[in-house]
């Protein structure tokens, strides 16, 4: 089982940037699918953005494109979301996800679902102020 942990969080002004990361413990980080979601008070955990194990294809929700960059480090272990332009509907608690099912090393596109994704995070508080 793996162990996933988010860091990066913090409160921020509208306008402004924050550099989320996410360190997955195991050997295998490299076959593992990727993802971030966010859940905001009182609402349903939703995607953000995921990317492939390899990192070579990306996908973003609709409310975050041009402004969020999804990356991954393989040889650190590391996935990134990188945030500029914050909102206010930005504020969430930014959460984790890893696809280690067998099947995630050949995953093409990556997926949107909560299902897909078989480890989490304790997440990360973002805030923005208007």
């Known amino acids: 089982q793996v162990q996933v942990v988010e860091s990066g969080g913090g409160l921020v002004q509208a306008g402004g940037s924050l550099r989320l990361s996410c360190a997955v413990s195991g050997r295998t980080f490299s076959n593992y699918g990727m993802a971030w979601f966010r859940q905001a008070p009182g609402k349903e955990r939703e995607f953000v953005a995921a990317?492939?194990?390899?990192?070579?294809?990306?996908d973003y929700a609709d409310f975050v494109k041009g402004r969020f960059t999804i990356s991954r480090d393989n040889a650190k272990n590391l996935m990134y979301l990188q945030m500029n332009s914050l909102e206010p509907e930005d504020t969430a608690v930014y959460y984790c996800?890893?696809?280690?099912?067998?099947?995630?090393?050949?995953?093409?596109?990556?997926?949107?679902?909560?299902?897909?994704?078989?480890?989490w995070g304790q997440g990360t508080q973002v805030t923005v102020s208007s």
């Open positions: 996800a890893v696809d280690t099912r067998y099947t995630s090393r050949w995953t093409t596109f990556p997926a949107r679902s909560r299902g897909s994704y078989t480890g």
């Open positions: 990317i492939t194990s390899s990192g070579g294809t990306t």
